[in-house]
């Protein structure tokens, strides 16, 4: 594949990535998808689009519908309504194996009686590709996940990790218009978990005009990794939007506490401001300023969403807070956890370790700047 | 360090009790009257050791009739079998139609059932007075009955692939049930057509149990009776019967034992040929559960 201006030029210190790149990335639509299992509806008239070259994670609790969601992309679930497009391409009817895309499952699912190589090579194999090809491209991938060097090992013989990266070489082989990964950490350790997160991320990097559609249901991975995110909730899409104001403005109470932890106030909206970002909000005798994305009318009731770590501790009353009683408070060694009180709502705060330990049962003032804190409309818990 | 994490002895004497008392069971209940048929086939009419009687029997054209003809019948009907065990595990397996569990679980219960009854239920359908050729001789006025396989080594080929095509399912059934669907979901979207699924996914997966069921369908058909005898085919003769046909019917002890002594050593070198390869597959395999 290299020619030798190629192997001349810099560039071959990493022929991988730049020609991975040169494939340009499609578009993931879902259009209005159904499916269901036997009369029980697990997606709901589900709509997403998958901007080219981004990483999506879709994310929800377990049986929300995130797999078969992923499932109707590769074809192994037929939507009972709806159309599901790739690119330009309307995919819903076409088989499984014409579909040209790359698959990551969580426990990898490698062939275990082929080699690394083997395994690498194989969808190469199957569309007929030059055996000249395949050896270059198997190379390139391998070396794309850091396993060059285990080629010739088995499966059985590599670590959940190892395993992990093979499968994922594997599915870039083919170049695929699309890379679904369902679930791809979550049978790894903590420690290798976050170190694979941030492998993805350089990998992504290396393949900028790489389409991911990440399922997962660890809010933190896919806060790390992609650009939006969209929650799914009993199989009908929640929340969408850009990773990071998802979680400091999530639209739902569902996506704050999907998200993350979440302290929801319920307060009173008393006026809303001229230019409609912010609003003035009544909790018990305290009137603070939030910023509000939603259509309210004075004297409308909601909850004030507050992220635990946008709450500060102040011995005098400040502009924007209110007055809450201490009923916990734990040092967790790069963090302290104070548990407060106020209106009869508990409420959680992070502060820095060096602070003082605020005493139990004593009275504070605890305050928020405007725009780290978001009006949510109230709905029924989760669970 | 090391020394001391060693597990600690296990106590000889009683560990020495559990290995002694089945093997004394096995040589007072299997080795010893094999011992004693071996003894049989090399002990002249005067009592003493001699050759000469495993020698005449040894060779007769009768003998290596039956010798050819067992392998050949165990060889087909092994391979007939396997292949159609095969058929019906993956049509079982991975072509999902309604009631293919009760289909598995009927095909399984057969064998359960003794195996001179398929031959004796084949004679009621093919044989020359059974019921196909009784339907065809009357509605179509023939002088003769038109089917007539059932007396021939293909009746008896026939008969043996029906009682014993369970033995290669079950086991492949077995292995297909612990095929990781995702597997054949992963290399359908890298772009690999069902037949090739098959090939170089599922076959390379249930090779180890292809090759069980194989070989127990050989070592059963080799030392297949009944089936033989109740076929009653003109002619062919296997070892097993022509065992029957000394001991019982000639009252030849010393010929019948020259004649189980090479059934067994037959079974036993087809068993030992089937863990080499089983041993040399794992090895292939390194590493693979
Ligand atoms: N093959 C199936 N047959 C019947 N129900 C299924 C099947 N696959 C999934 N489900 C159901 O569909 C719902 C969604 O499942 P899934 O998409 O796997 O959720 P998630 O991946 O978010 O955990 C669950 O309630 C699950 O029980
Ligand atoms: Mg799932």
Redesign the pocket.
């Given at each position: 594949m290299l020619t030798i201006a190629d192997r001349d030029g810099a560039a071959s210190v990493a022929p991988s990535a730049t020609q991975a790149a040169e494939v340009a990335g499609s578009s993931i639509d879902f259009e209005d998808v159904t499916v269901s299992?036997?009369g029980?509806v697990?997606l709901d008239r589900f709509s997403l689009s998958v901007a080219p070259g981004e990483i999506l994670a879709l994310i929800?609790p377990?049986?929300?519908?995130?797999?078969?969601a992923l499932r109707a992309v590769a074809g192994f679930v037929r939507p009972a309504s709806g159309r599901i497009r790739i690119g330009e391409q309307d995919i819903t009817d076409i088989p499984p194996y014409a579909r040209g895309l790359g698959m990551v499952v969580q426990n990898y699912a490698l062939f275990p009686h082929m080699r690394v190589d083997q395994n690498v090579a194989f969808g190469l194999r199957a569309q007929n590709a030059d055996p000249a090809l395949i050896a270059t491209r198997v190379g390139e991938c391998l070396e794309l996940v850091g396993m060059s060097s285990f080629a010739r090992r088995y499966p059985a013989q590599l670590s959940g990790g190892q395993q992990q990266r093979v499968a994922i070489a594997r599915a870039l082989a083919i170049r695929p218009r699309v890379l679904l990964l369902d679930e791809p950490l979550s049978a790894l350790d903590a420690q290798i978990r976050r170190n694979m997160v941030e492998e993805l991320g350089r990998l992504h990097r290396d393949l900028p005009n790489l389409t991911v559609l990440y399922v997962t249901h660890d809010q933190s991975e896919a806060l790390t990794l992609a650009d939006r995110i969209a929650i799914?909730r009993d199989g009908r899409l929640n929340a969408f939007g850009p990773s990071r104001s998802l979680y400091q403005a999530p639209t739902s109470r569902f996506a704050a506490e999907f998200l993350g932890r979440a302290n929801l106030l319920p307060v009173t909206v008393s006026q809303l401001d001229a230019d409609g970002v912010l609003a003035r909000v009544r909790l018990g005798e305290h009137s603070l300023s939030v910023r509000c994305e939603l259509q309210l009318a004075p004297g409308h009731g909601c909850l004030l969403c507050i992220r635990p770590h946008a709450l500060r501790l102040a011995d005098l009353p400040t502009g924007n807070g209110f007055r809450a009683t201490v009923e916990t408070a734990l040092w967790q060694g790069d963090t302290q956890n104070v548990t407060l009180r106020v209106e009869g709502v508990a409420l959680n705060l992070t502060v820095s370790p060096s602070q003082a330990m605020p005493e139990r049962g004593s009275a504070v003032w605890v305050d928020f700047a405007p725009h780290e804190a978001t009006l949510i409309a109230d709905e029924p818990a989760h669970g | 360090m090391a020394e001391t994490t060693t597990a600690p002895r296990p106590v000889v004497a009683t560990h020495g009790l559990w290995v002694v008392l089945p093997f004394a069971i096995l040589c007072a209940a299997f080795l010893y009257p094999l011992f004693l048929i071996a003894l049989q086939a090399v002990t002249g009419p005067d009592g003493a050791l001699s050759l000469a009687q495993p020698l005449r029997v040894l060779t007769t054209p009768a003998f290596w009739r039956a010798f050819l003809n067992t392998i050949e019948i165990a060889v087909s009907a092994s391979a007939g079998c396997v292949g159609l065990g095969l058929g019906l595990a993956i049509l079982l397996s991975f072509v999902p139609f309604p009631g293919s569990r009760t289909a598995a679980r009927l095909i399984e219960t057969f064998v359960a059932l003794p195996t001179f009854l398929v031959a004796l239920a084949f004679t009621f359908l093919y044989g020359s007075a059974g019921i196909l050729n009784e339907t065809a001789t009357t509605a179509l006025g023939l002088a003769h009955p038109p089917v007539d396989f059932l007396y021939s080594r293909w009746g008896v080929v026939l008969a043996e692939v029906t009682v014993y095509t369970p033995f290669a399912l079950r086991p492949l059934l077995a292995a297909f049930s612990l095929i990781d669907a995702a597997q054949i979901e992963v290399a359908s979207s890298l772009g690999a057509k069902p037949l090739r699924i098959l090939r170089q996914v599922i076959l390379p997966a249930a090779l180890p149990a292809l090759l069980a069921g194989g070989s127990l369908c050989l070592l059963l058909t080799v030392n297949e009776f009944g089936v033989v005898l109740f076929i009653g085919a003109k002619g062919v003769i296997t070892l097993p019967l022509m065992i029957y046909d000394k001991a019982i019917q000639e009252f030849d002890y010393p010929s019948a034992c020259v004649v189980a002594v090479v059934n067994v050593a037959l079974s036993l070198g087809l068993f030992s040929a089937y863990r080499l390869i089983v041993a040399r597959i794992g090895g292939r395999h390194a590493g693979v559960v």
């Open positions: 299992y036997g029980t697990v929800g377990s049986g929300s519908g995130k797999t078969t799914l | -």
